[in-house]
């Protein structure tokens, strides 16, 4: 029989904690894909006890269960709960890790089960958690595995990653360091991969010969809330795009890995990275618009004086012989028209169009529209004839697949997989070192390109629109345009 496992948050009263990791747990175990006896212990300075920790979450899942109108489930919760556990304690202080030595050996003797550790702390003290876990032993694997899950963000530009890769590699093998991007966690975002390599479809027309460009589109209604403080010093390009959207990007572009592994992925991943060319300080001002939602600078935590971008779009090159001059156009912002996320390929024209188009009409030519969320679903639009009209006349129109239609159930969230999948020593879906770097090293210039004194202010955009004029006029230099927002 299998050690027992143990799930070890730090930074259990936080935010993520409560909405997403416990929330995942407990429905992984209610799919009963949890190890049989899993324990999760909540970790953080705030004093409370096991029974105060799982009220405080009780409280949280049956508000959001009530704003879903679903039933929460007590007699389940209760199972869930007599496994969920809480030691307050300051890690950071000498002898900070005591009281969870002690929590195990009450519960495991010298033995040792599975342990999997996740940071859901403030990301400067990662280095230091993972040292004094280091330290106190917490990285032997001895009776069974030790893994550390590390949250986003991971590092602030290239020298903060390098250096946190670093003092992680000092006490934990990368095999046993699992960062998260909990895009790639998003049952849609993994289906690229199935969509592109288990078809045959697609992948021959997946190249530049028959690929005019590609749209990705990470919109979000919600403005920054809460959360000013710390957005304001991070911004769109750190917080949305050095990992979801290349993450994303990488998916689409890569080449077909020999076989499903975590490695053979993550290295193809890897060339799309280095096949994008590191923009220069010429270059990056014609790569990058930004633009700020009215009313941002009001905003609780944010300094009346800020030039952080809320939004901002992105065009990036591939170059190796399957995307020759493609672009790629990314762009994500806050206080946009809707929550919307897409991956949008546009074919090119045929060659040679028979038909007579109206005056002023250019044909829409085929797209193929990847919906990310919500709706999750994959569209292609091609032309038809219109019917029972003189002559020829011709509309686009979509051949559409609904996931819920299809599946008729609601899509997990990211967490459960990522959850499960660490749990399970699956690091598919989990960031190496090398790409985060890399990833860092194409955005900085970009970055750094937006702020500073020289940096153009961020362009004002009314919150609920499509975002500011300059991401409009960026595609409007190629002959392009944008997709709307739906
Ligand atoms: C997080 C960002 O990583 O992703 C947030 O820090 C953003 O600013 C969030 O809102 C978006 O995630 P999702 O899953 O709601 O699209």
Redesign the pocket.
């Known amino acids: 029989m299998a050690a027992p496992l143990t799930v070890v948050i730090f930074g259990a009263s936080g935010d993520l904690t409560a909405r997403k990791l416990i929330p995942a747990l407990y429905n992984l175990g209610l799919k009963g894909r949890l190890p049989e006896g899993t324990k999760v212990l909540g970790v953080a300075r705030t004093e409370n006890s096991d029974a105060g920790f799982r009220e405080l979450i009780a409280k949280k899942l049956r508000d959001a269960a009530g704003a879903a109108k679903e039933m929460f489930d007590e007699a389940k919760w209760a199972e869930f709960a007599a496994n969920l556990h809480y030691v307050p304690t300051d890690v950071t202080k000498p002898d900070g890790m005591a009281a969870i030595a002690k929590w195990f050996e009450d519960r495991e003797g010298k033995g040792g089960g599975q342990r999997l550790f996740y940071l859901s702390i403030s990301p400067e003290l990662y280095p230091q958690v993972s040292d004094v876990l280091g330290q106190a032993g917490f990285n032997k694997e001895e009776g069974g595995f030790r893994r550390l899950i590390v949250e ?2 991971f590092g602030h530009d290239l020298a903060t990653a390098r250096a946190l890769n670093k003092s992680l590699h000092a006490n934990w093998r990368e095999d046993q360091l699992y960062r998260i ?3 790639l966690g ?1 049952e849609t975002v993994q289906n690229i991969l199935i969509f592109r390599f288990a078809n045959t479809l697609f992948e021959p027309l997946w190249n530049y010969q028959y690929i005019d460009h590609v749209q990705i589109t ?1 919109g ?1 209604e ?1 403005t ?1 809330g809460r ?1 000013g403080a ?2 304001d010093g ?1 911004g ?1 390009l750190r ?2 795009f050095q ?2 959207i290349l993450q994303v990007m990488t998916l689409v572009a890569m080449e077909s890995p020999g076989r499903y592994s975590a490695d053979s992925l993550r290295n193809e991943k890897m060339k799309v990275l280095d096949g994008i060319a590191t923009p220069t300080k010429i270059t990056a001002a014609k790569q990058v618009v930004v633009g700020q939602y009215d009313g941002y600078t009001k905003e609780p935590g944010v300094p009346a004086e800020s030039k952080t971008p809320t939004f901002a779009a992105v065009r990036l090159e591939c170059q190796n012989g399957r995307w020759k001059g493609v672009p790629f156009y990314l762009r994500s912002g ?1 206080g946009l028209k809707s ?1 919307y ?1 897409e991956i949008m390929i546009q074919f090119r024209c045929p060659p040679h169009l028979m038909f007579p188009l109206p005056k002023d009409e250019i044909l829409q030519c085929n797209r193929m529209t990847l919906v ?2 919500p709706n999750e679903g994959i569209k292609l639009n091609f032309q038809t004839k219109v019917p029972a009209v003189d002559g020829v006349r011709l509309q686009p129109r979509d051949l559409s697949f609904d996931y819920s239609e299809a599946y008729g159930e609601k899509l997990p969230e ?1 967490y459960e997989r990522l959850l499960l999948d660490a749990i399970q020593g699956e690091a598919s879906l989990f960031m190496r070192s090398d790409e985060i770097e890399r990833a860092w090293e194409i955005m900085d210039p970009l970055i750094a390109a937006t702020q500073g004194d020289d940096a153009p202010t961020p362009e004002q955009y009314p919150v609920g629109s499509q975002g500011p004029a300059c991401a409009t006029e960026l595609l409007g230099r190629d002959g392009r345009e944008w997709q709307p927002l739906i």
């Open positions: 986003k963000p991007d909990h895009y998003k990470v979000e919600v920054v959360r710390y957005y991070s769109v917080d949305m990992s979801h806050k929550r996320s990310i969320q990211a």
